[in-house]
């Protein structure tokens, strides 16, 4: 799976995937989305500027020109970096993609960014894809986060008590 850098061009592309693929009726197509815990945007198209302008790895893989799944890696250390918005569109879900695309951001962030380590953060109540990473080598860090609700008041949080559990597999 050859992943690529988005572009600008390609961030209202971007965003209706990831929109697509976490929130809504068109999100149940597949079986990783968040519909079921929050309603509100997942992101927006200044968002994803805001990660390119940052310098951060949003990576794309086409299929036939077409996006259809991305992946988002920040450096936290020289060592570590952190995965996010791993995304493959519901309508492909259940191929093996989401576990290609884990593989490829991993050899992305090791060969080409020298970290050693992945972390990612996944709901708490996400039992399925907690089951998912640690059969991919994840292994939880023991540590929670809570869900940001003062940074995030439009998510449309269906619970009060949603977190993180941190994970984190060695490179």
């Given at each position: 799976?050859?992943?690529?850098?988005?572009?600008?061009?390609?961030l209202p592309?971007?965003?209706?995937?990831?929109e697509?693929?976490y929130?809504?009726?068109?999100?149940r197509?597949?079986?990783?989305?968040e519909?079921?815990?929050?309603?509100?945007?997942?992101?927006?198209?200044?968002?994803?500027?805001?990660f390119?302008?940052?310098?951060?790895?949003?990576l794309?893989?086409?299929d036939?020109?077409?996006i259809?799944?991305?992946v988002r890696l920040?450096?936290?250390?020289?060592?570590?970096?952190?995965?996010?918005?791993?995304?493959?569109?519901p309508?492909?879900?259940g191929?093996?993609l989401?576990?290609?695309?884990l593989?490829a951001?991993?050899?992305?962030a090791?060969?080409?960014?020298?970290?050693?380590?992945m972390e990612?953060q996944?709901?708490?109540r996400?039992r399925e894809?907690l089951?998912?990473?640690?059969?991919?080598?994840?292994?939880?860090?023991?540590?929670?986060r809570p869900?940001?609700?003062?940074?995030?008041?439009d998510?449309?949080?269906?619970?009060?008590d949603?977190?993180?559990?941190?994970?984190?597999?060695?490179?």
């Open positions: 799976m050859r992943l690529e850098p988005a572009t600008p061009a390609d592309a971007l965003h209706a995937l990831v697509r693929a929130r809504g009726e068109t999100a197509a597949g079986w990783s989305h519909a079921d815990l929050l309603t509100g945007p997942r992101t927006s198209v200044e968002e994803l500027q805001g390119l302008n940052a310098g951060e790895n949003l794309v893989w086409r036939g020109g077409v259809r799944a991305c920040v450096r936290l250390s020289d060592e570590l970096m952190y995965l996010g918005m791993l995304t493959v569109d309508a492909l879900q191929e093996g989401g576990k290609r695309l593989a951001a991993e050899a992305y090791r060969d080409e960014r020298g970290a050693h380590r990612m996944v709901f708490s996400r894809l089951s998912f990473y640690h059969r991919r080598g994840y292994q939880p860090t023991g540590e929670r869900f940001p609700y003062e940074q995030w008041p998510a449309g949080a269906q619970f009060e949603l977190e993180f559990t941190v994970l984190e597999k060695h490179l």
